[in-house]
């Protein structure tokens, strides 16, 4: 599913809790990645195990020893020397992706269920402007929950930020705007789809404080896809050096 939403250079292994063997995926953590969910709870214990799993799996694809997965600043993850990366669980559902540092400057996914955000978020995690393309959106595209979409595009964005900056993003410093794939930048969404019909589309995410410098210049946009199925929704950004 996110796999779709990234270039070729990127590998990305995606599993479910209700598909692994979770015992042995427990029992395959390093003892550094252990002790970090040793007080968690059972469902915490097993996201860990399994999205560090496909993490793994990532790297051997990738041509390099697998090795654990620790948390640094913030609690993102520290990757292998030359290694870019980006894991997310939700629901049951877990994914890993990860590119050699020289195909790309960074990269962020996220993956959240298909649902409304809970009452209150979402005027504290979105712009005005947002709000009010959030509208047309839903006003054109009503079986797609659009705040949870968009919700999921800035956790994106802010994995992808971290890792070239070390600083926090503030989910108001970051104006996304969201389109589906039959319509465009600035578009309205298409009447097409379903509940139960996938739906793809495209993010840009336009920083309103300074963004990071990639190979001697300031970016001051990430631009990313996205994905409506199987009672997810999913984003991903892939920032290049040029």
Do not use: N
Not at 39 to 68: I, N, W
Request: glycine fraction near 12%; include cysteine; hydrophobic fraction near 40%.
């Amino acid at each position: 599913m996110i796999g779709e939403l990234l270039p070729g250079s990127v590998v990305t292994v995606e599993a479910r809790l209700d598909e692994a063997d979770i015992a042995d995926l427990e029992a395959g953590l390093h003892p550094e990645e252990a002790a970090l969910v040793a007080r968690a709870v059972t469902k915490r214990r097993r996201e860990f195990a399994v999205v560090r799993s496909c993490a793994r799996r990532a790297m051997v694809t990738l041509g390099v020893p697998p090795q654990p997965v620790l948390s640094g600043d913030r609690g993102a993850p520290r990757w292998p020397r030359g290694l870019a990366g980006s894991m997310t669980h939700c629901d049951g559902y877990c994914a890993a992706a990860l590119v050699r540092a020289t195909d790309l400057a960074s990269l962020g996914i996220d993956a959240e269920p298909h649902g409304p955000l809970p009452e209150g978020v979402g005027p504290a995690v979105t712009l005005p402007a947002e709000r009010d393309r959030l509208r047309r959106l839903a006003a054109a595209r009503p079986e797609i929950h659009w705040d949870r979409l968009l919700f999921s595009a800035k956790e994106s964005v802010y994995k992808t930020w971290f890792p070239l900056t070390g600083k926090w993003l503030d989910f108001s410093e970051a104006d996304i705007e969201l389109w589906a794939d039959d319509s465009g930048p600035g578009g309205e969404a298409g009447p097409g789809g379903d509940s139960g019909t996938a739906a793809h589309g495209g993010l840009r995410a336009r920083l309103l404080v300074p963004g990071p410098t990639v190979a001697g210049r300031r970016v001051r946009v990430f631009e990313g896809r996205w994905t409506v199925q199987q009672g997810l929704v999913a984003t991903a950004i892939a920032l290049p050096y040029d």
